[in-house]
């Protein structure tokens, strides 16, 4: 009898532990906290003929569409809104002069282009103009760090902001265009469960977003449903937990001296995705979904949230095109999206005036 009152005891604890669990200093939200969902319908706006199986969009001057390609000769391929065709490619597949191995991210600030190249641990500047009709634009200058970088993004006074994929316990990393590090702030999430470093870094993964106006940041994670809004210097303003209030479920392997992680069938979920910044609000890709290996397309996705820079909840926009990425248009009110389902296309979401 004493030991059934014990077990009982356990699982009670267990259970109210569970129930209990939520990150520190942190705001809960649901679905209902939206102000609007909203229905959008696609139309095919760049069919898979003209297309090299690009993975990510970027804006350029409110008329340039950037396709970032893989399997190409070159990574990025333009497409000319205005005039409804493809003007070229450029920035070949490389770790010479004038190449890149692995560009991760692609943002305009004034007159430059700014893009992360992960593979070679670097920010590379190219004049906007250059870059939109050059097939070999020469850069402006470029930073080298010395860590390497997860996600990175141009800020305030063309300081380089970044998470990196090492042990650094703050959660924000502020470069000088020496590509020397400032200074580290914020910390990151905690809650009841303990991580190993593999785990914790990965677990933690997240997209930067920076306010083109303000330079406010947004850090969306990826492996749980959490959003952070910081001002431009780094200072934490509001952490938003929703709407599905889930945790990392991640495993670390090791295996041939080799250290890795392990999504976790069922139980692991994805998060956020593909944020896009514009000087009112903050648009992202919402999954949700759990990770199952027999299923496909689970990266593609059908719901936008948009939040204001204050962290609070505006609309959602439910697409009947699911996809894994897009830019905004906000001169033409439009929203652009990949799909590969079933084939590789760039559709466009006419939002409502």
């Known amino acids: ?44 706006l760049i069919d898979e003929s003209m297309l090299y199986k690009p993975m990510r969009l970027y804006l350029i001057d409110d008329s340039i569409l950037v396709m970032l390609n893989i399997h190409s000769e070159n990574h990025f391929l333009r497409y000319n809104l205005h005039r409804k065709e493809i003007i070229g490619d450029c920035i070949p597949f490389g770790s010479g002069p004038g190449e890149m191995i692995a560009p991760k991210y692609l943002q305009q600030t004034d007159t430059l282009v700014w893009i992360f190249d992960s593979g070679k641990r670097s920010m590379i500047a190219y004049s906007t103009h250059d870059f939109c009709v050059e097939s070999s634009p020469n850069p402006v200058f470029v930073i080298k760090f010395e860590e390497p970088l997860d996600a990175a993004a141009i800020g305030k006074n063309e300081q380089v902001i970044s998470t990196v994929l090492s042990s650094i316990p703050e959660r924000l990393c502020f470069f000088d265009k020496k590509g020397q590090l400032l200074e580290a702030k914020g910390a990151l999430p905690v809650y009841s469960q303990h991580f190993t470093v593999v785990e914790s870094i990965e677990s933690f993964l997240c997209n930067i977003a920076v306010n083109p106006t303000t330079g406010s940041i947004c850090l969306p994670y990826k492996r749980t449903d959490l959003i ?30 080799m250290t890795g992680i392990r999504s976790i069938e069922g139980k692991t979920r994805d998060g956020y995705f593909s944020p896009f910044a514009t000087k ?74």
């Open 1 to 44: 009898m004493k030991a059934i009152c014990i077990f009982i005891m356990l699982f009670f604890c267990v259970i109210s532990c569970e129930f209990d669990q939520q990150y520190q200093n942190t705001e809960k939200f649901s679905m209902n906290d939206f102000k609007r969902k909203i229905d959008l319908s696609g139309i095919e």
């Open 228 to 257: 952070e809004f910081y001002d431009s210097n780094g200072l934490l303003l509001k952490r938003k937990h929703g709407p599905d209030h889930f945790f990392p479920v991640l495993t670390q392997i090791n295996r041939d001296n």
């Open 280 to 353: 009112n609000e903050l648009y992202v890709l919402y999954s949700g979904k759990y990770f199952n290996k027999e299923k496909t397309h689970l990266y593609l996705n059908n719901q936008i949230f948009t939040f204001d820079w204050g962290g609070n909840a505006q609309n959602i926009y439910l697409l009947d095109i699911p996809i894994f990425d897009f830019v905004v248009d906000e001169k033409q009110n439009k929203i652009y999206g990949i799909t590969d389902d079933p084939e590789f296309r760039i559709i466009e979401f006419q939002l409502l005036e």
